[in-house]
Every structure is written in structure tokens, then in C-alpha cells.
């Protein structure tokens, strides 16, 4: 690459991981030290657990593999937030990440700082493998940062003083049409993401599937069809669901979305709010899911007709889901990204599936046992994160997630 070029390249990555790191304090903000300290369940982490563990991805594969001479902020701090990597040693306990009220929320801001600083001073003499690494930390980072928003609703939901963490992104968010069916492709297609532009690991490689003949709803299912489930005795109908689903349903007495409070209302990031009726449905499981699609004698997209409808049936689907939504508000609401849509395909690897060499090579491989994917993006999900290829995954009895609903079926 021509000197001016690497130049540019670089200075484009150091904005855009700038700007990342600025969005991350920005949400925040209005956390108070005992907010970001809480974690609300063993799945979810503190707010203040992602500001720093996010940092110690950086410090560790960067500064710490890539940097002469970098001296960590802190040399316990690898303990407490590497997340998952066995590469990385030992590490705190999940479940204990509550228990951490040092260090404080203006430590974690100091450690934050202390690894910017040394970012920008390292970028410019980086070499290659680096700088993709730099790529893959800022991705990382918009990931937490959905799960930021996640995890202090789960938090601020156990409160029954009902606190709000901020403003909602206008109803104009979750806009919905009404419900059309649009026939998709089928026969041999192409999906995965192409070789070239970032993509996780699990995105490639790209390659050839079978579609048979179906239909995809043109829109997610609203709370309005969900309360019609409802009363129509979705949740106390076994023949509807999955044995493990019913399972679930028992023992956790689930009859109705998360965050639904009454017939009525519903706790959001803005509080407790009036249930909007032509809204998609969110925060529901896998297992909610397809048993609302037996209900409406349909059935849940694979990822795979999903992807190819997202990226071949409306020219305009490609350019929407490239749009955020609570992080960036979706101007005017749109076809796909307010809510994830649960799939029923497991999270597999795809044919020739390689991980990375290290470490990160831990990111997304060894999570394949017991997944399903999801494909789009949320309200939450930051500006320019997902892509018709993005596969999230989540086991199928989360819903703490803005988790939502399309329908698909045979034709
Ligand atoms: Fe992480």
C-alpha cells in the first residue's frame, strides 16, 4: 500500500475507533457508581464490567502483544475482566462481576483514558496484524455497547421505584406496516459474507445453500398480534411448543414478554411506559418465539432465507439495517433493525469455518453448542455495526436482548 493510503486507512481507523470509545462514555453517563456497579443475573454483566473489559481487550491484544515497553495501567485488572479467553488465564468468576465495588467507576474512566492515550500514541507504527485487531476491538466494543444497554435495563427492571435510564428514541423507531408476504428466492444461493470488508469469523467463509420454496413476512409480529397469543391461551397450550420450551414455560411461569408489567404498560429504558400496540414485540425467547409461530400456522425463517431476503428482495432493506436505532435513532422506522429476529437455525459453523490464530481466535467459535441465530439489529445496536451476513446468537430462553419475531413459511 502507498505511503498516503496507509496514512489515510489509518487515520480513518483511528477516528472510528475514537468515536467508539467516546459512544461508550457517552451511555455512561447517566449511570451513577452504584448503577454501573449492579449486575442483575449471571448472564448480565455491570455497566462498569463492560467499560473495562472492553479496555482490556485493547490493552491485552494491542498495547500488550504489539507495544515495546507498554506498562498496563493496573496488572490485576486482567484478572477481573478478560471474559472468556483460556488463552488468557485464569479470571474472575461471571457470576461475581457484581461483587466489584473497587475498582470504582472513576478508576475504570482512568484506566479507559490511560489506554486511549496509549492507542493514539501506538496506531500511526502498528503493524498490520495489529491494526486488524484494532478493527476487531472497535466491533467488539459496539457489541458491549448493545449489551451496555441491555444489562441496565435488567438492572434498572429490578427496582421497583422503576428508575428510567434516559429518553426512548421516538415511537417513529418501532413504525410498522402492515403485514404482507413476500415470496423469496429459492434453489442453490450464495450467503456469508465476502472476503473482503470487516466480518466476524463466523460470517465466512461465503458459500452456497438450498432454499426450498417459502415466504417471508414482510414485518415482525407487533404486541398487538402478541396479546391476541395471549388470550387465545398461547402460553398454557403445550401442543404449541417445543418439550424444552414447555419445560421453560413451567418452571419459569412465562405469560408474556420480559418487561411487560400489566395488561398494559411495559418497563423500558425510559421507565414504565403505556405497552404500544403497533410496535414489534420485543424481549421474547426462541422458544416464545416459535410457538407463536405454530400459533399463526407459520413457522420461523432459517438464517439463511433471512439473509437472502434481507440482501436481494428490497434494494432499500441493505441500506436500512445500516442505521442504529436507540444508540442512533432509525429515522422514520424501517423494514429490519428495531428488533433482532430469532431463526431456527443453530449456530453452526459454516462449511470450511476457520478460527483466527491466538487468542481472539476464542471470539465466536467455541460458542457453538446450544445457540440459535439472530439476524438484523436492534434499537440498540450502534450505527454501522450489523449487516445481512451479521450472525448474533443467543441460547434460545434469552430474551433480556430487544429479541423480536418474523415469520416465514412454505410455499
Ligand atoms: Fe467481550
New binding site residues.
Given amino acids: 500500500m502507498a505511503r498516503e493510503d496507509s496514512d489515510q486507512a489509518i487515520w480513518s481507523l483511528s477516528e472510528r475507533l475514537f468515536a467508539t470509545r467516546k459512544l461508550t462514555l457517552d451511555l455512561a453517563a447517566p449511570l451513577s457508581d452504584a448503577d454501573a456497579t449492579i449486575q442483575p443475573f449471571p448472564d448480565a454483566s455491570p455497566a462498569k464490567w463492560h467499560l473495562a473489559?472492553?479496555t482490556w481487550?485493547f490493552e491485552s491484544f494491542i498495547l500488550r502483544d504489539h507495544v515495546l515497553g507498554y506498562m498496563p495501567f493496573d496488572e490485576r485488572y486482567a484478572f477481573l475482566f478478560n471474559?472468556y479467553y483460556e488463552g488468557e488465564g485464569e479470571r474472575h468468576a461471571r457470576p461475581k462481576r457484581g461483587m466489584l465495588s473497587r475498582p470504582s467507576l472513576a478508576e475504570v474512566r482512568a484506566y479507559r483514558a490511560h489506554v486511549d492515550e496509549a492507542l493514539e500514541r501506538a496506531l500511526p507504527s502498528l503493524p498490520k496484524a495489529a491494526l486488524e485487531l484494532v478493527e476487531l476491538g472497535i466491533h467488539?466494543e459496539q457489541?458491549?455497547q448493545e449489551l451496555f444497554l441491555t444489562d441496565i435495563l435488567a438492572t434498572l427492571a429490578e427496582n421497583p421505584l422503576e428508575p428510567a435510564y434516559g429518553e426512548l428514541p421516538s415511537a417513529a423507531c418501532f413504525a410498522v406496516k402492515p403485514l404482507a408476504w413476500h415470496r423469496g428466492r429459492d434453489g442453490v444461493v450464495e450467503t456469508g459474507a465476502a472476503a473482503d470488508g470487516f466480518a466476524f469469523d463466523c460470517e465466512r467463509p461465503r458459500h452456497k445453500v438450498y432454499l426450498a420454496p417459502h415466504e417471508n413476512a414482510g414485518q415482525r409480529v407487533t404486541n398487538k398480534e402478541w396479546r391476541e397469543f395471549i388470550d387465545d391461551d398461547g402460553y398454557r397450550t403445550p401442543t404449541l411448543w417445543l418439550s424444552d420450551g414447555w419445560a421453560w414455560v413451567q418452571q419459569e411461569g412465562v405469560s408474556a414478554p420480559l418487561y411487560w408489567l400489566d395488561d398494559e404498560t411495559e418497563f423500558t429504558l425510559g421507565g414504565r411506559r403505556e405497552i404500544d400496540w403497533a410496535a414489534p414485540v420485543t424481549h421474547v425467547s426462541h422458544y416464545e418465539a416459535d410457538a407463536f409461530a405454530r400459533w399463526a400456522g407459520a413457522r420461523l425463517p432459517t438464517e439463511f432465507e433471512w439473509e437472502d431476503f434481507a440482501s436481494s428482495a428490497d434494494p432499500m432493506i441493505g441500506n436500512q439495517l445500516d442505521h442504529g436505532g436507540a444508540v442512533a435513532p432509525r429515522p422514520g422506522g424501517g423494514t429490519f433493525g428495531d428488533v433482532w429476529e430469532w431463526t431456527q437455525s443453530a449456530y453452526t459453523p459454516y462449511p470450511r469455518f476457520a478460527t483466527a490464530e491466538g487468542a481472539v481466535g476464542e471470539y465466536n467459535g467455541k460458542f457453538m453448542s446450544g445457540q440459535i441465530v439472530l439476524k438484523g439489529a436492534s434499537c440498540a445496536t450502534p450505527r454501522g455495526h450489523s449487516r445481512a451476513s451479521y450472525r448474533n446468537f443467543f441460547p434460545p430462553a434469552a430474551r433480556w436482548q430487544f429479541t423480536g419475531v418474523r415469520l416465514a413459511r412454505d410455499a
Avoid: A, G, N
Fill in positions: 473489559h472492553v481487550f471474559s467488539h457489541q458491549h
